[in-house]
């Protein structure tokens, strides 16, 4: 069975530095990855996915995740936190050949001003 | 705009009554979902739907049906609530085929007292 873990709860990083926000996975086959962020009293809007080739991938609002498939690690990043971030991120996945995602419980992310 | 919308966003109920979630989406996606979302539990999948004419159990379907009404009508019903079912609820749709990962209504907030 598929499943995802989101180490942190919490993350705080001030503004203007870089963030990282952890996500590690298992699956049996391979992975489809994704983020999604939740601002407050909103549903979950897609930031980006890994399906296949280049392990850097690139997203919305500025967001990068690498898939490390020897440490099945999708960690999100970001060089330069806005306050404006700070947000409730999930992480996903979902096995190839399967309709379902699976979410991680989620990390809260708190930029500093 | 396209997306998926769901009906009501707040609803209180007592214990024992019956209600019925309403979601339609108009991107013509194969595919829809209910989740809940509790605090440190993420989203949890309760029924989904790969098809117009089917539907399938996900992590915690006691408690709830569902009906897929046709391609863009999704329904969660209660049948007799109970406080533990109080929960944020968001139905999601997505293309298998297109690995685009989901789009996401704007959630119902269920209250069972």
């Known amino acids: 069975a598929q499943s995802v873990a989101q180490p942190e709860d919490q993350v705080n990083v001030a503004e203007g530095n870089p963030l990282t926000v952890k996500c590690t996975y298992s699956v049996s086959g391979n992975p489809y990855l994704f983020w999604y962020v939740q601002y407050p009293n909103r549903g979950l809007q897609f930031l980006l996915k890994?399906?296949?080739?280049?392990?850097l991938v690139k997203g919305s609002y500025g967001f990068e995740a690498e898939f490390n498939k020897s440490q099945t690690s999708f960690h999100l990043k970001k060089p330069s936190a806005l306050v404006s971030d700070s947000a409730l991120y999930f992480c996903?996945?979902?096995?190839?050949?399967?309709?379902?995602?699976?979410f991680g419980k989620g990390t809260r992310l708190h930029i500093l001003p | 705009n396209a997306g998926v919308t769901q009906t009501p966003k707040f609803q209180v109920l007592k214990t024992g009554q019956s209600m019925t979630l309403q979601c339609a989406q108009d991107?013509?996606?194969?595919?829809m979902y209910w989740y809940r979302q509790d605090p440190g539990m993420g989203l949890r999948l309760i029924y989904y739907s790969a098809s117009e004419g089917t539907t399938d159990k996900g992590e915690v379907p006691n408690g709830y049906n569902v009906s897929r009404l046709n391609k863009r009508e999704f329904s969660l019903r209660l049948e007799s609530a109970a406080p533990s079912q109080t929960s944020v609820y968001f139905c999601?749709?997505?293309?298998?085929?297109?690995?685009?990962?989901?789009?996401f209504g704007s959630g119902t907030r269920l209250t069972v007292v």
């Open positions: 890994y399906i296949t080739g280049d392990n």
């Open positions: 996903a996945v979902r096995d190839k050949g399967d309709d379902k995602i699976i």
């Open positions: 999601a749709s997505s293309e298998f085929s297109d690995v685009g990962g989901y789009t």
């Open positions: 991107m013509n996606h194969n595919s």
